[in-house]
């Protein structure tokens, strides 16, 4: 039986490998969130006569839908022929066909694609025919790509389970594995781990079947419509998915593996057991030789133990690349080192949250002071590696200081932190309480040796009271050998005061787990960089201006001014300055717009690259690039062309050496 139970072991161990490389295998290098590049038309330019088609190009490959390039003439409506593809089979490219004999004027490109990284990414640009006009864009025709709010919440909430499910599935796992072999007997323990096992393959099933009408953002009954799920399916994250039902169908072999070694008590050694032999026991020999038949009987359940915890291993982190290889660590910058990062800090997590769940049970069940402080260490290196691979995915994911207080990724980052703090302040309570769990097992230990050389108990005793005041001390007597034996049986039962103490902790403890795991998903869902950074910095109110100046006001007609200091950090003369934008009429339609670069002397400075760009975050239109004319040192001419009147933010990018660059924007108000 144990051979065929390696033979098994074996195979799963293949089986888990080829998956977890074939997982990651998927995951190659690009940039975070697909950008856009090049379009034809070119952004603000001007045609003779009406182009047959829009294309875009990216800067990464992306998945399209039927409605993810739209366009539409200057009273709104739509003059593309639908269903875009891409252009000469190339991935990263986007292309709609145009309805004929279209009239001169300005035309508005909405376009909405799902990025490498499996982020919904989108914008818009302007283009003109013949010549510019004003235009008057529908805003509800810009707002349909959003998702569904029912289908967004159902989505994020099966993403939350997921990660949930994950982490009681491993970490009840590598619990008994590590702490409680003979918690694999327990029938609350197994069905912890059937918990997290439904709960994982229900919710990713959940996902996948969500995923199309999330991203096209469609109703709930889209969820059923195979040709969405076949699309889902062709993407990186569809792969993912589907690499995760395949693990979890060997994560039930591994489960029944587990249960069926470990479940089962090991052989004790046959010792002596007469008079004789047991006055042979005595000497040192046959003491060593019990030790080597105890040694023998158990080594089957060690090795079955080794092979599980190896199988286990790789199930966990083949598991954690179904998040990382379809998520912020797949793509951007140091994806060699950001893939293996991102599925370490997943499973230390598992480890250690679901740790907490089966610790709960085990102290309702009689787990020993030896497994919960060796749980006590596990965690503590879970932290370890949790806070490790967390500041490089801050760094990775923030990139600027001002993004941790500026931008919603930020501002749930310092939330998951403090969440995480919590936890650490519960914990340490829990390992005092840890410390007196040992002193109180062992006060009980020598209290059951005490009481098995007593005599046999005596029948039951009628409960007694003892009246107020009385001095009957065979009545005293009987009270107290009650409580004794009451108290006996709370220790047999595992309810004692040391015990509950502790449940209550790592309840506590439990429950800030929650939510962290509910921030965490929802820092998967939010886009890091600077474009977060403007898109947050708009949601807010303008900031006043030093000084206490209002914030700058546009009015229609006349020319308006911001100022924009800037620092790329560099040592060059050009790497700290002010950026001068003008803007006139500041009003829908075409503005003419003037970008000026002054040092800190106040004299015009030369850089290497300069970028200004017009963002609508509450319309999800932008950013509309501004293409720039040099007109001197330090000096720049361009056309923006500001379809809808609104909060818009403007965003200048200086770069003043290969290496340093700066991000800074502004609010604009339009109309």
Request: charged share 15%.
């Amino acid at each position: 039986m144990l051979k065929a139970s390696h033979r098994r072991l074996t195979g799963l161990l293949g089986i888990l490998g080829a998956l977890l490389a074939l997982t990651l295998a998927g995951a190659g290098p690009a940039s975070a969130h697909a950008a856009l590049e090049s379009t034809d038309p070119a952004q603000n330019s001007v045609v003779a006569t009406a182009p047959a088609f829009v294309t875009l190009t990216f800067s990464e490959a992306v998945s399209l839908s039927g409605d993810s390039v739209r366009v539409l003439d200057p009273a709104g409506k739509p003059v593309d022929t639908g269903d875009p593809a891409h252009a000469d089979g190339r991935s990263n490219t986007a292309r709609v066909g145009l309805n004929s004999g279209l009239a001169n004027g300005t035309y508005t490109v909405a376009w909405r694609a799902v990025s490498d990284d499996s982020h919904p990414v989108g914008g818009a640009f302007t283009f003109s025919v013949g010549a510019a006009s004003t235009t008057s864009v529908s805003t509800s025709a810009l707002q349909e790509a959003k998702a569904d709010s029912l289908v967004a919440a159902l989505y994020g909430t099966g993403r939350t389970v997921a990660y949930g499910a994950f982490a009681l599935l491993m970490g009840a796992a590598g619990f008994v594995l590590l702490c409680w072999p003979a918690g694999a007997a327990v029938r609350r323990v197994q069905r912890l781990l059937m918990t997290g096992w439904v709960a994982l393959l229900v919710s990713t099933v959940a996902v996948l079947m969500l995923r199309g009408p999330y991203e096209r953002g469609s109703g709930l009954g889209q969820a059923f419509d195979l040709s969405l799920v076949r699309s889902t399916l062709d993407e990186r994250i569809g792969t993912a998915l589907a690499a995760r039902l395949l693990l979890l169908a060997a994560s039930g072999v591994f489960l029944s593996l587990l249960v069926g070694q470990l479940g089962t008590p090991a052989p004790a050694a046959s010792g002596p057991d007469s008079p004789e032999s047991a006055e042979t026991a005595e000497s040192s020999d046959e003491d060593e030789l019990r030790r080597l038949e105890q040694r023998a009987a158990e080594r089957p359940q060690r090795e079955a133990r080794l092979a599980l915890g190896v199988a286990g291993l790789l199930l966990a982190l083949a598991l954690s690349a179904t998040w990382a290889g379809a998520d912020h660590a797949s793509v951007g910058i140091q994806v060699w080192l950001a893939l293996p990062f991102g599925m370490l800090h997943l499973v230390a997590m598992a480890l250690w949250l679901g740790g907490l769940a089966t610790l709960l049970v085990g102290l309702r069940h009689g787990v020993g002071a030896d497994a919960v402080e060796r749980f006590s260490t596990v965690a503590f290196g879970s932290v370890a590696v949790l806070a490790v691979t967390g500041v490089y995915q801050s760094w990775r994911g923030l990139g600027t200081w001002s993004a941790l207080v500026d931008t919603g990724y930020g501002r749930l980052l310092l939330i998951k932190v403090g969440c995480v703090a919590a936890m650490l302040g519960v914990a340490w309570i829990s390992r005092s309480w840890v410390a007196r769990l040992r002193t109180s097992d062992a006060a009980a230990q020598d209290e059951a040796q005490d009481e098995a050389q007593q005599p046999a108990e005596q029948p039951a005793e009628e409960p007694v009271t003892v009246p107020a005041g009385s001095d009957d001390p065979v009545r005293r007597a009987q009270l107290e050998r009650q409580q004794d034996a009451r108290r006996s049986a709370d220790r047999a039962r595992g309810f004692t005061p040391t015990r509950a103490g502790l449940r209550r902790s790592v309840l506590v403890e439990a429950a800030v787990a929650v939510a962290v795991l509910v921030v965490t998903t929802m820092l998967t869902n939010s886009p890091p960089g600077r474009v977060a950074q403007a898109v947050g910095t708009a949601a807010q109110p303008a900031a006043p201006a030093p000084g206490g100046a209002p914030a700058a006001q546009t009015v229609p007609g006349r020319t308006l001014e911001l100022t924009l200091p800037y620092d790329t950090g560099g040592r060059t003369p050009n790497a700290k300055g002010t950026a001068t934008v003008t803007v006139n009429p500041a009003g829908t339609g075409a503005n003419e717009v003037h970008l000026k670069l002054d040092g800190p002397d106040g004299q015009p400075v030369e850089v290497p690259e300069v970028q200004l760009a017009f963002t609508l975050p509450d319309r999800d239109l932008g950013p509309l690039p501004v293409a720039l004319t040099p007109e001197g040192t330090g000096r720049w001419t361009g056309t923006a062309q500001l379809p809808l009147a609104g909060n818009w933010v403007v965003s200048v990018v200086v770069r003043s050496s290969d290496i340093d660059q700066a991000t800074e924007i502004k609010p604009l108000k339009i109309g």
